[in-house]
């Protein structure tokens, strides 16, 4: 059963400290992208990845978010350093694109922050 | 830009039908997506429409897409307590050679006894 696959699912951390969150996509797709939600602002794209390369990360705050994919098994969204207002549940999504043709985004779990 | 919009609440009695609504900006949208969320879960795919399609049905559930309007429906028929989540619509458009899902701010679906 393919999944995408997050990891921690939770997250506590004080002001200050770095937070790593790692997303394993389903095996064989080329799109990866990462998500936050949060009550007030909703769903929100941080970053979108096709082949390992970003294509869109204009959703993410530059000063103190990164993401990566250091291999096709592999994506991290780091947070150095961290705000209270960074917490939030967050998405990664994989998919495979090839073309527009239905470009269905399979999401992970989840990992909830709380910054404190 | 885009913006696809939602009503935040729905509350049903279970065995009855569930309409939830949505509209959108982008009239370049090629599909358009309904995903559901359980608490505590990410989000899962329901269904999809082509949007050269008016209208798709799949179990339960049937969409319907009045492109005209910009306008994407999701009915959930003989609704049932497990239905209780977060529904969002989803449009697909293009951006920077890529394609980007752009997601509505999701109605919450209380199903009650």
């Not at chain 1, 602002?41 to 082949?51: K, P, S």
Request: charge should be neutral; hydrophobic fraction near 35%.
């Amino acid at each position: 059963d393919a999944r995408v696959t997050q990891t921690p699912r939770h997250k506590v951390t004080e002001m200050g400290q770095e937070v790593t969150m790692r997303c394993q996509p389903i095996l064989g797709h080329n799109t990866v992208f990462w998500y936050r939600q949060t009550m007030m602002q909703g769903l929100e794209l941080l970053a979108y990845f096709r082949n390992r390369a970003p294509l869109d990360d204009s959703g993410m705050p530059k000063d103190r978010f990164s993401a990566e994919m250091p291999d096709a098994t592999l994506a991290t969204l780091k947070i150095q350093p961290s705000e209270p207002r960074d917490s939030a549940v967050y998405f990664c999504a994989s998919g495979l694109e090839r073309g527009q043709v239905k470009n269905i985004q399979y999401f992970g779990a989840g990992t909830r922050l709380s910054v404190l | 830009g885009e913006d696809v919009e939602q009503s935040l609440f729905l509350s049903v009695r279970e065995g009855d039908s569930s309409v939830i609504n949505c509209t959108y900006t982008d009239s370049s949208s090629t599909y358009l997506y309904w995903y559901k969320q359980e608490p505590g879960a990410g989000l899962q795919l329901l269904t999809y429409i082509f949007s050269n399609m008016d209208m798709k049905q799949d179990q339960r559930l049937t969409v319907l897409l009045n492109k005209k309007d910009k306008h994407l429906s999701l009915r959930i028929a003989d609704t049932q307590t497990g239905d209780s989540a977060i529904y969002f619509c989803a449009e697909l458009g293009l951006t920077g050679g890529g394609n980007k899902l752009t997601f509505g701010t999701g109605t919450q679906l209380k199903v009650e006894l």
